[in-house]
């Protein structure tokens, strides 16, 4: 089985994806930390982040041994990688490795931006996750804070603002949900409580099939 979780707060670091995917023993790959990896390339090169050329070669040589660098994390990076994630070449350079992924068995847990629309428009179960963007930033400052990283709240709403109007208005990929997406909105769910909704999205399609 392969679950797609896409929406501007799907990922919360991985965290709504990790958690579905253990809960069924699949495999979970956080797709932003891809589009990351090749942002932060770029950002060690001392490269312009808009050099398409680039970009495109750091997607080619996408090494996911990097994948756990904690910088990858931060605000900074994620800004950069919602640039370079804008480049269609960057994000054909990137398909196959995520579909490669979504195969394998036993199952898969992918999170991201285009999963249901575009990497696994099969996927099993695909659910959009929403969150009102004051919550989302207020949960970034902390994350931020908890990693020692400066945060001011209303310059990370500021932030997360404007990527996802980047994410949404790209021509390639843009930000949407599937139209047989399941919507879960996180706004005043925990963690936990998260989780669970996610888990009786997937257990409602189940029984229906
Ligand atoms: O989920 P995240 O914050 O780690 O994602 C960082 C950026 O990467 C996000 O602003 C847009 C881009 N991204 C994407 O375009 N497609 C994906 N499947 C995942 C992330």
Redesign the pocket.
Known sequence: MIIAIDGPA??GKGTLGKRLAHHYGYRHL???????AVAHTLMEAGADLNDEALAVAAALELDPERFGNPVLKTQKV?DA??VV?AFPRVREALVSFQRQFAADPPGAVLD????GTV?CPDADVKIFVIADPRVRAQRRTLEARSRGEDADEDAVLADILK?DER?QNRST?PLRAAPDAHTLDNSYLDIEAGVRAAIAIVEAVRAKR
């Open positions: 799907a990922s956080d797709t932003g930390v891809i589009y990351r994620g990688a919602s994630s991201g931006r285009d999963i990497i990527r994410d990929a």
